[in-house]
């Protein structure tokens, strides 16, 4: 699937909507004498901040939500600038664990979000529906 993205980047980031800029792919996090692998590394201009995105096959899990939180803080750590905004995290699964969201980190998370991927990307249209109503949600929550 990463490979697919890559090839059709272009058309991944247009569909993604305005703002969208890559940085990495599979990018290094070096810590003390660990390495860690992201799937796709992208910074949102419009947003000021970094998106990561991780890729996974399966159900989502316990570990998957662990995982992308750590990612987070390590990048924010070594890479976020000073006036960029925290870093967000998205899983993509093939199959999302309703309880798993429910009871984990992603119920009160800001940053992490996990979704189920759909083979066929969703239209521009019906991303930028997804994204007004979750703006929407984000200010309602801080106002």
């Known amino acids: 699937m990463e490979q697919a993205l890559i090839d059709k980047l272009q058309e991944f980031l247009l569909e993604l909507g305005r703002g969208f800029c890559f940085v990495a792919r599979q990018k290094l996090m070096r810590y003390e004498d660990e390495d860690f692998y992201l799937d796709l590394v992208f910074y949102h201009s419009i ?51 309703e309880a798993i969201v429910k009871y984990s980190v992603l119920n009160d998370a ?14 521009a249209e019906e991303l930028q529906r997804e994204i007004e109503a979750e703006r929407k949600r984000i200010e309602e929550q801080e106002g």
């Not at 939180?69 to 070594?78: E, G, K, N, T, V």
């Not at 976020?80 to 199959?95: A, E, R, V």
């Not at 800001?110 to 239209?123: D, E, G, H, K």
Request: net charge positive; with cysteine.
């Open 110 to 123: 800001q940053q992490v979000f996990a979704s189920r991927y759909r083979f066929a990307l969703p239209t």
């Open 47 to 97: 947003l000021k901040c970094h998106v990561l995105i991780d890729l996974k096959i399966g159900k989502l899990t316990h570990s998957d939500i662990g995982q992308m939180d750590s990612y987070i803080r390590m990048f924010d750590a070594l890479y976020k600038n000073g006036d960029d905004n925290p870093t967000i995290g998205i899983i993509l699964c093939s199959q999302k664990n």
